[in-house]
T-cell receptor, first 109, second 118 residues
Framework: EDQVTQSPEALRLQEGESSSLNCSYT??????LFWYRQDPGKGPEFLFT???AGEEKEKERLKATLTKKESFLHITAPKPEDSATYLC??????????FGTGTRLQVFP | GAVVSQHPSWVICKSGTSVKIECRSL??????MFWYRQFPKQSLMLMAT?????????EQGVEKDKFLINHASLTLSTLTVTSAHPEDSSFYIC??????????????FGPGTRLLVL
């Protein structure tokens, strides 16, 4: 059964304090691993798609990496506006995304 | 690019009435659209998958007669909650995907619709 586990559940950072969010997964035939950002009361905002182990993608202060078992979302020198819930999802051989429960990030000035 | 809209963003209705939610892909044609439900502080739960011109595929436990999905065009899908009851109150989110195959897998999400049934 396809499964996604995210850790930690919640993370509090001081502004400028870099950290990483983890997404561990098991899936039959990975067809993509996706990172989304979700603000309260809004739909998920697309961040990255990773397709194969070793792949990395960057956007501003965020960098996503992928191995055969997990993905990391690295946040460098975060700002308060980076506060949100970060969702990880995988697509395997079934035609649907399997989501993790998310990491709730709070960045304090 | 890849913008998805939903309407309405908020709806309050009386128990027993039906509510229609629209999902539109604004700048691309979506072969497949998805409908999710999200409860407070929980992740997204897939309700159904719809392909343009075909009947929707519902996830186990989702009543297809209660949650009617129509995907009449490549840019529009609608979800109708029939005879809504308070337990149907939730945050409903749609997503759209360009196609299938490598580089086309990403789903783009709408802003969500908050439904409150009194």
């Amino acid at each position: 059964e396809d499964q996604v586990t995210q850790s930690p559940e919640a993370l509090r950072l001081q502004e400028g304090e870099s950290s990483s969010l983890n997404c561990s997964y098991t899936v039959s035939g990975l067809r993509g691993l996706f990172w989304y950002r979700q603000d309260p009361g809004k739909g998920p905002e697309f961040l990255f798609t990773l397709y194969s182990a070793g792949e990395e993608k960057e956007k501003e202060r965020l960098k996503a990496t992928l191995t055969k078992k997990e993905s990391f979302l690295h946040i460098t020198a975060p700002k308060p506006e980076d506060s949100a819930t970060y969702l990880c999802a995988v697509r395997g051989n079934t035609d649907k995304l399997i989501f993790g429960t998310g990491t709730r990030l709070q960045v304090f000035p | 690019g890849a913008v998805v809209s939903q309407h309405p963003s908020w709806v309050i209705c009386k128990s027993g009435t039906s509510v229609k939610i629209e999902c539109r892909s604004l700048d691309f044609q979506a072969t497949t659209m998805f409908w999710y439900r999200q409860f407070p502080k929980q992740s997204l739960m897939l309700m159904a998958t719809s392909n343009e011109g075909s009947k929707a595929t519902y996830e186990q436990g989702v009543e297809k007669d209660k949650f009617l999905i129509n995907h009449a065009s490549l840019t529009l899908s609608t979800l109708t909650v029939t005879s809504a009851h308070p337990e149907d109150s939730s945050f409903y989110i749609c997503s759209a995907r360009l196609g299938t195959g490598i580089l086309w897998e990403t789903q783009y999400f709408g802003p969500g619709t908050r439904l409150l049934v009194l």
